[in-house]
C-alpha cells in the first residue's frame, strides 16, 4: 500500500474543511499542497473519491454521469432537511446567489437537530452522490431530493455548503486537472515523476483511476493504465504559426493536412460497438447515429480508435459547411431524425491511435496514416482528411489555397520525423496549424473566454451591451481580460445571451479571473466565443501577459468581432491561452515589418 494514513475511515468534514481553505486561494502550488495533505490521509478507494468530487462529479467526464439538480430542487432538499421555508430559502438566495451559502446558513439555524444525526463519511457523501447521479425513472426527482435531503439533515454547516455546492455544478474552488496531478505526485511519487502522472491521465481520460492506481501501487501501478478501446485518449493539440514559410522552417519536410471546420471527434470500436467522443470526453453517439453507422461499416471487424473531423455538408451541392451548423445535432433528444436529415455530416479521418492490439500513439505519424489508410474502408459519409506531404512552399501556398476555396479553415502541418507520436493531452511543435486571416492584420481567430459584461445602452437598453472576453494563462490558473466585445452580434445573438450567460452568473468577480476592469456583471469563466480582431495591440488597462512585453502592459484585441461560433465543444480551460496570444502579437509584428 502507497496512502499513508490510517485505515479509520475519512470523514467529509476533512475535505469539506479543506474546500474551504483551497476557496480562500488563488495559488496554485497552495492548492496542491491542501490536496496533497488529503491524499496523504487517504485509502486508495478514498483518493479516488477525493479526485473526483474535487473535479465536481463521482465519474471521469466519459461516463456521462451528471447530478442534474437545479435550484428549486435543492432549495426543496434542503427545506426538507432544515424544517425551513422554502419562499425564505429562496429569499436568501436571491440575496446572496449561492446555494451552498443558503445551505450553510440554514443548517446552522436549523429548527430541529435530530439526536440520531449519522457522521458524514467521505464513502457515504460519495455513494449517495452516485445512487443521485443514476438515478432515473418514474419517481427519481422524489428520491433524488431525499437523498439530498438525508445528507443534509447529518452535516455540519461547511459540509452542507460543498455538498449542495456540488450537486448544482458550482464548487468554486478553480482548481483544474493540472492541480490534482501536482497534488498527486506531491503525495505518492517525486517530482521528477510528475510528467508519468500526467502522461498515465492522458492516455486514460479518468483522474480518479490514476489517483486510485498511485495510492495502491506507487508509480510502477500506471504501468497498467493503457491504451484501450471505449476509454477517451486526451487529444494531441496544434501549436500555431503566422505562415507557410515560418512552417517548413519548423518542421521542413512534412504532411499537410485540411483543417476541417467541424466538431473533432475520437471513434471507439470494439466488439462490434462503436462509440463517439469529444474533444471534452462527451460522448455523443446518440446525437451522430449517421456517423455511427457509417463508421461500424468502416472499421466492421476491427477494435480500433481512430479520429476525425464531423464537418455538415450541403445536401443540395455537397459542399462544406461551417461549423454552428453540426450545433444544431449537438445535446438533441427531440427530433433528432430530422436533424439528421437537415443537418448531415460526414467524418473526415486524419489519424489512429489504437488498431486490433496495438496501441498507435507511440509510433511515428507516417505509420499511424498508413495503418488508417489500409484499415478503414472509405464509403458513404467516411472519407480521409486531404493530405500531401512536401517541402515545397509553392506546393504548400496551392494547398492551402485548395483547403479554403473547399471550406477548409485552412491546414494542419504535421511531422514525419521518426519522433512524430501522439502525444495525448499535449500541445507541441509536431503538430502545427495555419488558419486563414480574416482579412485582418490578427493571424487567426482566438477563442475566448466570458467573464465578465457591460449594461447596454440604447438599442441593447436592458441587456449586455459587451462582453469582457479572457484568455487563461496555464502557468497560474488564471483568466487574464483581453478585450470588451460588443460587435459582430445580430439580434437574436442579442437575445440568447441572457440565456446562454445568466446561469454562470456570480455576485462578485470570480476569484481566478484577473482584471482590472469593473465590469456590470461577473460570470464564472464557462462559456468560450471565437473571435476576430483587428491587429493585437499593447493595452494599459488588460491583464493579458501583462509586463511581458513592456512594463505595465498587457494586450488587447483591437476592434473585436464575435465570429457567430459559441463555442460550446470547448470548457474555459480550452480558450486561448496567454502564451498563444504572445506568440500571434510577435507574428503580426513580424508580418508588419
Known sequence: ??????????????????????????????MAALLEALFRKATPDEARMITYLTQGSVAPDFKGLEFGVAEKMALRAIGEAT??????????????????????????????????????TLARVFESLQRLASAGGGGSQDLRT????????????????????????????????????????????????????????????????????????????????????????????????????????????????????????????????????????????????DVVGSLSIALKGHDAIVEGECVPVDQDTGDLLPFQTVSHRRGRKYGLDAAVKDFPVHVFLFDCLYLDGKDFTSVPFPERRKALMSTVRGGDGVAFAQSIVTDDEAEAERFFDQSISSGGEGIVAKS?????????????????????????????????????????????????????????????????????????????????????????????????????????????????????????????????????????SGLAVRFPRFAGNVRSDKKAEDATTTDEMVEMYRAQLKKIE
Not at 8 to 21: I, N, R, V
Not at 111 to 120: D, F, I, V
Not at 223 to 230: D, H, L, Y
Open 146 to 289: 431525499k437523498l439530498i435531503a438525508e445528507l443534509l439533515h447529518d452535516s455540519s454547516p461547511v459540509e452542507a455548503k460543498y455538498i449542495v455546492r456540488t450537486l448544482v455544478g458550482k464548487l468554486r474552488l478553480g482548481v483544474a486537472a493540472m492541480s490534482i496531478i501536482d497534488a498527486l505526485a506531491q503525495a505518492y511519487v517525486t517530482k521528477e515523476q510528475r510528467d508519468e502522472v500526467e502522461a498515465a491521465y492522458n492516455v486514460c481520460s479518468d483522474l480518479g483511476l490514476v489517483a486510485f492506481t498511485l495510492a495502491k501501487d506507487g508509480i510502477s501501478g500506471l504501468a497498467s493504465i493503457r491504451v484501450s478501446p471505449g476509454t477517451p485518449i486526451r487529444v494531441m493539440l496544434c501549436e500555431r504559426l503566422p505562415g507557410i514559410p515560418d512552417i517548413l522552417k519548423k518542421l521542413g519536410k512534412c504532411a499537410l493536412e485540411y483543417k476541417y471546420d467541424g466538431l473533432r471527434i475520437q471513434a471507439h470500436s470494439s466488439g462490434g460497438k462503436l462509440a463517439l467522443y469529444t474533444r471534452q470526453m462527451e460522448e455523443v453517439s446518440a446525437q451522430f447515429p
Open 416 to 552: 514525419i520525423a521518426p519522433e512524430s507520436v501522439y502525444r495525448a493531452g499535449a500541445r507541441g511543435w509536431l503538430w502545427i496549424k495555419y488558419k486563414r486571416d480574416y482579412r485582418s492584420e490578427m493571424i487567426d481567430t482566438v477563442d475566448l473566454v466570458v467573464v465578465g459584461a457591460f449594461a447596454g445602452r440604447g438599442r441593447r437598453a436592458g441587456s449586455y451591451g459587451a462582453l469582457l472576453m479572457a484568455v487563461r494563462n496555464p502557468s497560474t490558473g488564471r483568466y487574464e481580460t483581453v478585450t470588451k466585445l460588443g460587435s459582430g452580434f445580430d439580434d437574436a445573438n442579442l437575445a440568447e445571451l441572457p440565456k446562454l450567460l445568466d446561469g454562470h452568473k456570480l455576485k462578485s468577480r470570480d476569484k481566478s479571473v484577473d482584471s482590472q476592469m469593473k465590469a456590470d456583471a461577473w460570470f464564472e469563466p464557462a462559456v468560450v466565443m471565437e473571435v476576430v480582431g483587428a491587429e493585437l495591440t499593447l493595452s494599459p488597462v488588460h491583464t493579458c501577459a501583462r509586463d511581458r512585453l513592456r512594463k505595465g
Open 1 to 30: 500500500m502507497y496512502y499513508l494514513g490510517n485505515p479509520s475511515p475519512m470523514d467529509y468534514s476533512e475535505l469539506a474543511c479543506a474546500y474551504e481553505s483551497i476557496g480562500s486561494t488563488a495559488k496554485r502550488l497552495e
Open 83 to 120: 424544517r425551513l421555508p422554502e419562499d425564505g430559502l429562496l429569499e436568501d438566495y436571491k440575496r446572496n446567489g449561492d446555494l451552498g451559502v443558503v445551505a450553510s446558513e440554514a443548517m446552522s439555524r436549523k429548527r430541529q437537530t435530530s439526536l440520531y444525526a449519522t457522521p458524514l
